[in-house]
């Protein structure tokens, strides 16, 4: 009854023995972002890049629908309300809201590097491609991605092993997806992983005490 009772106030337990993984993750992630960002005030298109793009921008136009249908929603915005929904349902309350404000702070980030790197999408920086999707605003960090980043690696601890292999196949999707509709480039997909995994660790690795403050916990 006590084990009972501990886990249901703190939501612990199933990160135990994980805090260097999360610790590594904000490192990589860290150092990933300040290198794309630096790459992406170029406001060019790379050459690796334009080629990765190009390879996958001009896969079938039979394509279109499954890829829209990878990208969920034309506004990242709605697939992290719906999921959040949908874990609140299952009376999951910690980890709805530990998702909500996740969100909150992974598009924080995102709108302040789109707004002081500026990168245009991949039509603002070429013009032979296949634009199969109207979108606005800077392409770097993809929305998209960080969200789908976030909301997988925040629920990865609570899926059964055998179930796990989704995640990082949801996220790869994703990143073809915003690539194959052209409205985004491979460093914007890049930076809007490193967006996520940099906000799921930062919670992962807060003290305890403010954990519990803000109710990670």
Same mark, same amino acid.
């Given at each position: ?27 990589? /992630?860290l150092?990933?972002? =300040?290198?794309? /960002? ?12 334009? /080629? ?10 039979? $394509? ?11 506004? /990242? ?29 992974g598009?924080?980030?995102?709108? $302040? ?17 296949? $634009?199969?999707?109207a ?15 976030? =909301? ?6 609570? $899926?059964?092993t ?17 690539m ?10 890049v ?27």
């Amino acid at each position: 009854m006590v084990v009972k009772k501990i886990t249901e106030k703190h939501d612990s337990v199933i990160y135990e023995g994980r805090r260097n993984w999360y610790i590594a993750g904000f490192a990589a /992630s860290l150092a990933t972002l =300040i290198v794309t /960002s630096y790459m992406a005030s170029k406001h060019s298109l790379f050459g690796w890049e334009a /080629s990765l793009f190009h390879g996958i921008n001009n896969w079938p136009d039979s $394509l279109t629908w499954f890829f829209k249908g990878a990208s969920i929603f034309q506004d /990242s915005m709605w697939i992290a309300a719906v999921v959040v929904v949908a874990i609140f349902a299952l009376r999951r309350w910690r980890l709805a809201w530990r998702l909500a404000a996740s969100t909150v702070a992974g598009y924080a980030v995102a709108f $302040l590097l789109k707004h002081e790197i500026g990168r245009a999408r991949p039509q603002g920086l070429i013009e032979d491609l296949h $634009l199969r999707w109207a979108d606005s605003g800077a392409g770097f960090p993809s929305g998209h991605v960080m969200i789908m980043t976030v =909301i997988t690696l925040s629920i990865l601890p609570y $899926l059964p092993t055998k179930w796990r292999w989704t995640v990082p196949v949801l996220i790869i999707l994703m990143a073809l997806s915003r690539m194959y509709l052209g409205l985004h480039a491979p460093l914007d997909v890049v930076g809007g992983f490193a967006v996520g995994v940099l906000v799921v660790c930062v919670i992962r690795i807060m003290p305890q005490s403010l954990r519990v403050f803000f109710r990670f916990d």
